[in-house]
């Protein structure tokens, strides 16, 4: 076996290894996934019951969708909390990365003979599980308010590989500014963004009703072509170039994220 294959073969069962350590994680504190899931369900409760009627009437479903109303705008909705479930998880998997960074269990990793980036890698594997297990529950609460899905299997499928894209982008970004923020406080911090973007993206109104400089941040910024592709994926609606902006901008942010997170890894002094 040539020392490649050998070194590839040694990060592989590393990471598995960290994987393992996150889902114990998970196991002992169930909160977890219920913190990731709970503040994306307290917004579409409040969407759906207190703005619902007013901006479901506005809405237009297209031929043969809902008449509009609170019945349209649950189906309209969801998408964008489901994307506000992956932004929140992302958060939590930065405020994990600091812990670990100044907790010093990093430094006793480092002297050991495993590979680096498996650290890394394990706290993006066990965020990918726990984000899906959140997003299962936004959806369950969804399906309990309103929410009726037209996605035949193959959509239901494409949504899923969809959403692991996106889980997996917005991870590595949150794993790479969680090692440059100095503080837990910090990573918690950097990452607010995210949990705006949807609201700011086509997650909550259509971009049409929006005025102009937001209107054309909302159209160009990735959450949503994110938005749409899933909300065609589940809902039928036309999905237009997004699923090819979506694969663009999800490579574009896994592959800068990994690269600026393992630089940053690489770079931090042995203790």
């Known amino acids: 076996m040539s020392s490649a294959a050998i070194t590839a073969s040694h990060a592989f069962t590393d990471s598995a290894t960290m994987l393992r350590r996150q889902l114990r994680h998970m196991l002992r504190y169930p909160t977890l996934v219920l913190t990731a899931a709970g503040v994306p369900v307290i917004f579409l409760l409040l969407f759906v019951y207190v703005l619902g009627g007013i901006l479901g009437a506005g809405l237009d479903t297209g031929p043969g969708g809902p008449s509009g109303g609170r019945d349209a705008?649950?189906?309209?909705?969801?998408?964008?909390?489901?994307?506000?479930?992956?932004?929140?998880?992302?958060?939590?998997?930065?405020?994990?990365?600091?812990?670990?960074?100044?907790?010093?269990?990093?430094?006793?990793?480092?002297?050991?003979?495993?590979?680096?980036?498996?650290?890394?890698?394990?706290?993006?594997?066990?965020?990918?599980?726990?984000?899906?297990?959140?997003?299962?529950?936004?959806?369950?609460?969804?399906?309990?308010?309103?929410?009726?899905?037209?996605?035949?299997?193959?959509?239901?499928?494409?949504?899923?590989?969809?959403?692991?894209?996106?889980?997996?982008?917005?991870?590595?970004?949150?794993v790479a500014l969680a090692m440059l923020a100095k503080s837990v406080a910090g990573a918690s911090n950097m990452l607010t963004p995210l949990m705006v973007l949807p609201m700011t993206g086509s997650g909550f109104v259509p971009t049409a009703s929006m005025p102009g400089g937001l209107k054309w941040f909302a159209e160009y910024q990735p959450f949503t072509p994110f938005i749409e592709t899933l909300r065609g994926l589940l809902m039928g609606t036309p999905i237009g170039n997004s699923a090819i902006l979506t694969v663009g901008w999800c490579t574009l942010i896994t592959l800068g994220s990994y690269l600026w997170a393992k630089r940053l890894y690489n770079r931090e002094p042995t203790k």
């Open 73 to 174: 705008y649950v189906n309209y909705v969801v998408p964008g909390v489901v994307l506000m479930t992956v932004a929140t998880a992302a958060q939590g998997t930065a405020i994990s990365v600091s812990i670990d960074m100044t907790e010093g269990i990093v430094a006793r990793f480092r002297t050991m003979a495993i590979a680096r980036v498996s650290v890394l890698t394990g706290h993006v594997l066990g965020s990918l599980i726990q984000t899906l297990l959140g997003i299962a529950a936004v959806v369950g609460v969804a399906l309990l308010v309103g929410f009726e899905p037209t996605a035949d299997f193959g959509a239901w499928l494409g949504a899923i590989g969809v959403l692991v894209l996106i889980i997996l982008a917005l991870t590595w970004l949150a």
